[in-house]
């Protein structure tokens, strides 16, 4: 893996001796017009209420709205979905019907979903949403698109699931968790998408790369050992 290229929105990177571009919780392969995203969980505040606790609303809103500002940014063709597309049954409702009015308006994009565990709990998309639903790995071009990370030999793979944070300590015993990608050698981890997700805490290793998110700007973490 190269090193990053500038910093801001977008950072570019070699990912499986490729060129990406890593975006606000999305990665797109230039050389396909891909736009990849993980864990978007649809319908996770709606599931929430349904169960007694009181969150926001309108984060389906939200993150169809995102999603769109990345695919017209940059003019993907084919959104990919690492897994977790909804969060539970209790989703399928009026989630549902922003999900339907979107694929309307979105009738010509690509969208496969590498299914993930709760997509499989939720009993599975109608087929009249138009996303092709594939069983991980799905492998394409030396890639291996997968909802939980492993490692494929002969194969370097994009995943999600674990929704990566790092946290950053300051000097006054402060602290911030972000979500970030994970990069390691065969295995890339994508952020959440999902504006409602929360995020896991990573352990990196020598060698791993961490690229961090906030404020809608990508940088890089340094190793503990390159700050020595």
């Known amino acids: 893996m190269t090193r990053t290229v500038g910093t801001g929105a977008r950072l570019a990177v070699k990912i499986g001796g490729r060129p990406w571009q890593l975006e606000r919780r999305g990665a797109y392969w230039p050389d396909r017009r891909?736009?990849?995203?993980?864990?978007?969980?649809?319908?996770?505040?709606?599931?929430?209420?349904?169960?007694?606790?009181?969150?926001?609303?309108?984060?389906?809103?939200?993150?169809?709205?995102?999603?769109?500002?990345?695919i017209d940014s940059l003019d993907a063709r084919a959104l990919i979905i690492l897994?977790?597309?909804?969060?539970?049954?209790?989703?399928l409702g009026g989630t549902l019907r922003a999900l339907h009015s979107w694929r309307d308006r979105r009738a010509d994009l690509e969208v496969v979903l590498?299914?993930?565990?709760?997509?499989?709990?939720?009993?599975?998309?109608?087929?009249?949403?138009?996303?092709?639903?594939?069983?991980?790995?799905?492998?394409?071009?030396?890639?291996?698109?997968c909802h939980q990370p492993c490692f494929i030999d002969g194969a370097t793979v994009l995943a999600g699931h674990l929704h990566p944070a790092i946290r950053l300590s300051g000097r006054a015993d402060d602290g911030v968790r972000l979500p970030c990608y994970w990069l390691r050698s065969g295995l890339t981890v994508?952020?959440?998408?999902?504006?409602?997700t929360g995020g896991a805490r990573i352990e990196r290793e020598p060698g791993d790369r961490v690229i961090a998110l906030?404020?809608?700007?990508?940088?890089?973490?340094?190793?503990?050992?390159?700050?020595?």
Do not use: M
């Open 34 to 70: 891909w736009l990849v995203v993980a864990d978007v969980h649809f319908g996770k505040a709606v599931t929430f209420r349904a169960r007694g606790v009181p969150v926001p609303s309108g984060t389906t809103r939200d993150n169809l709205q995102r999603i769109d500002d990345l």
């Open 83 to 91: 897994g977790d597309f909804v969060h539970a049954r209790e989703a």
């Open 190 to 196: 994508l952020p959440a998408f999902g504006a409602f």
């Open 114 to 145: 590498v299914e993930g565990n709760h997509d499989r709990s939720a009993g599975g998309l109608p087929a009249s949403l138009n996303i092709e639903c594939v069983a991980e790995p799905w492998q394409i071009d030396g890639f291996a698109f």
């Open 214 to 228: 906030a404020d809608d700007e990508l940088f890089e973490i340094p190793s503990p050992r390159a700050l020595d």
